[in-house]
């Protein structure tokens, strides 16, 4: 009946090790949670089951069903999944609308990010099913600009969004907060010609990426946002700029792979995180540390250099 978390790991990765340090620390906080881990490779039909693709991958379950999934090495939401649903386990003899409500803004939220959103299996440049590929590959036909959300990244939106929705199978296309189908009613809307006037025309990558960059006038591309960094080298770049005192903003790279990919071309810029001031690009980490030592970096920051 408790929480049973399973961590699937490969001891040549050392992103898993450190995760495996993570998960005994976790281990002394929660004792009530059983923590496993599961080499991948040594059981690759259980590897296949779950759709194991990558290591770090953490599966959560509780009375056998699985309920929750972190595929990568994201410390900080290793633990706040496991706090909720260590904390939910307890919670649960009682009845609550809150993790529900929870939930229902989440997903509104979500399905609202962007003009065109599609909940798929995978990414754009990755689908992980045909239909998700088949669907992918209608929407570029079109010329559609679309933002995905990867619903094996998520367990409880990949649940939530079919009760949500009141649509059991992925992929699942929305238009301006509203759903218009999976990948039948797609390509009927394709052949009937409707298609192209549901769906917003993509913006120009470039026009999209140079409205992006002049969002703020301290604009951050990074992994994760200033609340949760998802990685090193974003995390040390807010730091820094949070001793500066200067409001910027932030996008996620890991939400959007045309902008993640796109933007390395645009600036001529192959790593993250970037900084721009005024629609400039500053540069990663490396230089910004430099600025900062060398007492330049506020200035630019105020847009006075």
Partial sequence: ????????????????????????????????????????????????????????????????????????AHAPELTKKVQRHASGSAVCAGPSDGPKEDLSVRLKQLINAAPCMLFMKGSPKEPRCGFSKQMVEILNKHGISFSSFDIFSDEEVRQGLKTYSNWPTYPQLYVAGELIGGLDIIKELEA??????????????????????????????????????????????????????????????????????????????????????????????????ELKENGELLPILKGEN
Wanted: contains cysteine; glycine residues 6%.
């Fill in 1 to 72: 009946r408790s929480l049973v978390v399973v961590h699937f790991w490969a001891p040549w990765a050392p992103q898993c090790v450190q995760m495996n340090e993570v998960m005994a620390t976790l281990a002394k906080e929660h004792p009530q949670v059983t923590f496993v881990k599961l080499e991948a490779e040594a059981v690759p039909e259980v590897s296949e089951k779950y759709e194991i693709s990558s290591v770090p991958t953490f599966l959560f379950f509780k009375n056998s069903q699985k309920v929750d999934r972190l595929d990568g």
């Fill in 192 to 289: 009937s010609g409707e298609l192209d006037s549901v769906c917003p025309k993509a913006q120009k990558l470039e026009d999209r990426l140079k409205t992006l960059i002049n969002k703020a006038p301290v604009m951050l591309f990074m992994k994760g946002n200033k609340q949760t960094a998802k990685c090193g080298f974003s995390k040390q770049i807010i730091e820094i700029i949070n001793s500066t005192g200067i409001d910027y903003e932030t996008f996620d790279i890991l939400e959007d792979e045309e902008v993640r990919q796109g933007l390395k071309t645009y600036s001529n810029w192959p790593t993250y995180p970037q900084l721009y001031v005024k629609g400039e690009l500053v540069g990663g980490l490396d230089i910004v540390k």
